[in-house]
């Protein structure tokens, strides 16, 4: 836990890196909340696929594609969601059955990368930001120049203070970002080709 001093520090670092660091702070706590829900949903989703497979494999295998259904329809889990859209057709319907699983597969990516596209937009974006605030701390300092009369250290240090402040959060903003999205995305994929794969061995199953 912080230090009382470390909270004040904090707010003294945004209140002098001036407007620009308004947006950024909202860019970071966009960047955290979608994380952490990202995170919460895909390691669900994974260990939910795998507790899964065993039961429908088993009940597939018994013929009891009745019982089968029921338990997709009681799971929370894309693999659930894929095999229901594949096991409420008929038998002997295969090339429906495979349309079917590609399209909840398809949904189900898409629910899997929800979000991803604005940590992508805050990784592209918060340099930009940041460059702003530095744009604004030099025009700053230029202003406090010309009404001092003179470009003493002291007059240009709170104008100079915003530009590297808002800089350095900018570029830090981003790369918390661009890590976040590339590792969601890549634990994403992988959750999606393995929900895929196991659908398709259990739709082989049906064909047997």
């Given at each position: 836990?912080?230090?009382?001093?470390?909270?004040?520090?904090?707010?003294?670092?945004i209140?002098?890196?001036?407007?620009?660091?308004?947006?950024?702070?909202?860019?970071?706590v966009?960047?955290?909340?979608?994380?952490i829900?990202?995170v919460?949903?895909?390691?669900?989703?994974g260990?939910?696929?795998?507790?899964?497979?065993?039961?429908?494999?088993?009940?597939?295998?018994g013929?009891?594609?009745?019982?089968?259904?029921?338990?997709?329809?009681?799971?929370?889990?894309?693999?659930?969601?894929?095999?229901?859209?594949?096991?409420?057709?008929?038998?002997?319907?295969?090339?429906?059955?495979?349309?079917?699983?590609?399209?909840?597969?398809?949904?189900?990516?898409?629910?899997?990368?929800?979000?991803?596209?604005?940590?992508a937009?805050?990784?592209?974006?918060?340099?930009?930001?940041?460059?702003?605030?530095?744009?604004?701390g030099?025009?700053?300092?230029?202003h406090?120049?010309g009404?001092?009369?003179?470009?003493?250290?002291?007059?240009?240090?709170?104008?100079?203070?915003?530009?590297?402040i808002?800089?350095?959060?900018?570029?830090?903003?981003?790369?918390?970002?661009?890590?976040?999205y590339?590792?969601?995305?890549?634990w994403?994929?992988?959750v999606?080709?393995?929900?895929?794969?196991?659908?398709?061995?259990?739709?082989?199953?049906?064909?047997?």
């Open positions: 836990m912080g230090s009382p001093g470390s909270s004040v520090q904090l707010f003294v670092y209140k002098q890196g001036g407007i620009a660091m308004y947006p950024l702070l909202l860019c970071s966009l960047c955290i909340a979608i994380g829900e990202r919460l949903v895909l390691s669900r989703a260990r939910a696929d795998a507790s899964l497979l065993d039961k429908l494999r088993g009940l597939i295998s013929n009891q594609i009745g019982d089968a259904v029921d338990q997709c329809t009681r799971d929370d889990s894309p693999l659930s969601r894929v095999m229901h859209a594949a096991l409420t057709l008929p038998k002997g319907a295969e090339s429906q059955r495979q349309k079917a699983l590609e399209r909840a597969v398809a949904r189900e990516s898409g629910t899997l990368e929800r979000y991803m596209s604005i940590l937009t805050i990784g592209s974006v918060s340099p930009f930001i940041g460059l702003f605030g530095t744009v604004l030099i025009m700053r300092a230029f406090d120049i009404a001092a009369g003179s470009a003493g250290g002291a007059v240009v240090a709170s104008g100079i203070a915003e530009a590297l808002t800089t350095a959060t900018g570029l830090f903003v981003a790369v918390i970002s661009v890590v976040a590339n590792h969601l995305m890549t994403a994929q992988s999606i080709t393995n929900t895929e794969l196991n659908a398709e061995e259990l739709v082989s199953i049906i064909g047997e």
